[in-house]
């Protein structure tokens, strides 16, 4: 088992940057990933990491301005949002899964953040 809290999320204007922070408790040899939901839309995969060797997997829409990076000692999986557009806007959830395998679709996660509201104005 394993808890994930989500930390970090706000208002900000577009080109501004924000970084997200998860917190997790329990087993954590988890691969980690950053997902997204916004209005009307279903839930989106952003970024992931891999648990033993970190490697890095993002989605189109946010490579080259989002970075995902952990630190197993903490125990915490960030997300730092570069160059932020309205389109980015959604509630973004810290999710886990078993695994060194980073996997896009979020029914392959069995774990789950509360989410944190992330709005980006023009």
């Known amino acids: 088992q394993v808890q994930l809290v989500e930390s970090g999320g706000g208002l900000v204007q577009a080109g501004d940057s924000l970084r997200l922070s998860c917190a997790a408790s329990?087993?954590?040899?988890?691969?980690m990933g950053w997902f997204r939901r916004a209005p009307g839309k279903e839930r989106e995969f952003v970024a992931g990491?891999?648990?033993?060797?970190?490697?890095?997997y993002y989605s189109d829409s946010v490579k080259g301005r989002f970075t995902i990076s952990r630190d197993n000692a903490k125990n915490t999986v960030d997300l730092q949002m570069n160059s932020l557009k309205p389109e980015d806007t959604a509630v973004y959830y810290c999710?886990?899964?078993?695994?060194?395998?980073?996997?896009?679709?979020?029914?392959?996660?069995?774990?789950w953040g509360q989410g944190t509201q992330v709005t980006v104005s023009s």
């Open positions: 990491v891999t648990w033993s060797d970190g490697n890095t």
């Open positions: 329990g087993r954590t040899l988890y691969t």
């Open positions: 999710a886990a899964r078993r695994g060194n395998l980073v996997l896009v679709k979020w029914v392959d996660y069995a774990y």
